[in-house]
């Protein structure tokens, strides 16, 4: 099985499970989640650990548009990644540094306060790392997942 596959398959197992309950949904179709029913599990084994994952809206690991959120402590890093969908994200709290490239160099980063949005095209290779605990929300279409720029930096591989 080929690396991005595999890490798909787990990643969509770990969104599936921590996404049941986590949303209501009205007898029209249109589902509404309420600040405090946000529902944090522990997040995907394809993130470096500590990470915390809301599933808002639909199936990462299925076709179609899918919500969840992100919630990283202080410190948080993700190295250098790729993602093979296109990536909307909205910082929702704390303050995210966003780098771009191959290589991980904070200097480089932008930080990116509540209330700041980024959108990436598939591909291209970028880097976060969290300032305060921070939360974003991150929309896109499944099926999602991450492919690191050197297969040493994926937690799976640990």
């Known amino acids: 099985m080929s690396k991005p596959v595999s890490v798909l398959l787990v990643s969509a197992l770990a969104f599936v499970v921590s996404g049941a309950g986590a949303t209501a949904q009205t007898a029209d179709g249109h589902k509404v989640i309420s600040s405090q ?3 944090w599990n522990p997040g995907p084994p394809s993130l470096p650990p500590g990470s915390q994952v809301a599933l808002l809206f639909g199936d990462p690991s299925k076709e179609g548009m899918f919500a969840f959120r992100i919630k990283v402590p202080n410190g948080y890093s993700i190295p250098p990644h790729t993602h093979p969908k296109p990536e909307v994200v909205t910082v929702i709290s704390g303050t995210m540094w966003l780098g771009m490239g191959n290589t991980a160099d904070r200097s480089k980063a932008q930080a990116l306060p509540a209330g700041s949005f980024f959108a990436l095209e598939p591909g291209l290779a970028h880097y976060v790392h969290a300032e305060g605990e921070t939360v974003v929300q991150l929309n896109s279409t499944g099926p999602w997942s991450i492919s690191y720029v050197n ?8």
Request: charged share 55%.
């Open 37 to 39: 029913d946000v529902k």
């Open 151 to 158: 297969p040493k930096d994926d937690p799976q591989q640990r």
